[in-house]
């Protein structure tokens, strides 16, 4: 029986020039349950191959049966090309359901701190995990660090504002603009380790009970970030970060230029499949019609997890595998570059 959700578009919104929003609901009541921070999978057809892309979720689960994820248009986009330009109210979009693992679970006992960094259409799941912690944790605080090129590409502006006044004790913003157009009194520059450390220096007096970190946006403002936590010696399990597109291998990675055999055990079944150096196991393995369970394909939601039974593997982005899932040598193969000869994956029966 497929999992797959029937979603009906009730409204878009232009939420920047280049962003929109778009709430949905699902076509039969099917449940569309979810955690703050997850995301939805849509699934579409791009000129007779099946594509599918991660959209987190930016409303709350209060909002349901409705749904909204926003998405960031890009031009020549494949998402922007095959899904979004004909996109109108009373449309359907296939989805799987809310999957991933960037969330956060309120207790209206807990006080904390959530520190949350987001650049761009990173800010989608802060989104969700600040309005349900601002709803339900009246003792603990928020403070976002919100990365943008100029006032006109802030995402959620006024949604933002208009918590901020309403939990003016609990929740705090910073908007950072690298080209801010106007006269513009709040923080100027990209979010890197310079403004991270004038940022969370200015903040500190606010910080209350635990201190959670919430990272989302382009990979180097992340990496910046996690290096100065580390140096702060925050502790890693309270430093959350999504991933929220396939990084793609760039020359820095090291894997020598070749294509490699590798097998892939299905079933009890032995399949060999020889894998481009740009082309990750998961990709080939489907390409060649192997049913491999996957939903996100970027490292996300672990549907594609297999064990590495020999050789090695250029592994992108695994957060959704846990440090004891790596030592016992799991990996995802939709984010898994074969680097060696001999590479044997084995999907057992259990996925
Ligand atoms: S398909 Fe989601 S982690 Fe691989």
Sequence with gaps: ????????????????????????????????????????????????????????????????????VAIKKFKDGVTTKYLLESLKVGDSITSLPPLGNFTVETNQENERTLVMFGAGSGITPLMSHLQAILKYEPKSKVILFYGNHDEDSIIFYDKLNSLQKKYSDNFFIEHCLSKPKRNWNGVHGRIDSVKSIELLDK?????????????????????TVMNILKERN?????????????????????????????????????????????????????EQGLEIPNSCQFGNCSTCKAKLLSGKLKLVEQTALSEEDIKQGFCLTCVGYPASDNVVILYEDMF
């Design 234 to 286: 925050v502790d890693r399990k309270n430093i959350h970060r999504e991933i929220y597109t396939t990084k793609v291998l760039d020359e820095t990675d090291e894997i020598e230029e070749k294509e490699r055999e590798v097998t892939i055990i299905l079933q009890g079944e032995r399949h060999k499949v020889l894998v481009m150096p740009n082309e990750t196991i998961l990709e080939k393995a489907l």
């Design 203 to 223: 903040y500190k007096t606010h910080f209350t009970g635990q201190v959670e970190y919430y990272l989302c946006g382009p990979e180097e403002m992340m990496q």
């Design 1 to 68: 029986m497929t999992n797959h959700l029937n979603l009906i578009v009730d409204e878009i919104v232009n939420e920047t020039h280049d962003t929109i929003s778009i709430l949905l609901h699902e076509k039969d009541n099917r449940d569309l349950s979810f955690l703050p921070g997850q995301f939805l999978t849509f699934i579409f057809d791009a000129d007779g191959i099946e594509t599918r892309r991660g959209y987190s979720i930016w409303t709350t689960p209060d909002d349901l049966p409705q749904v909204g």
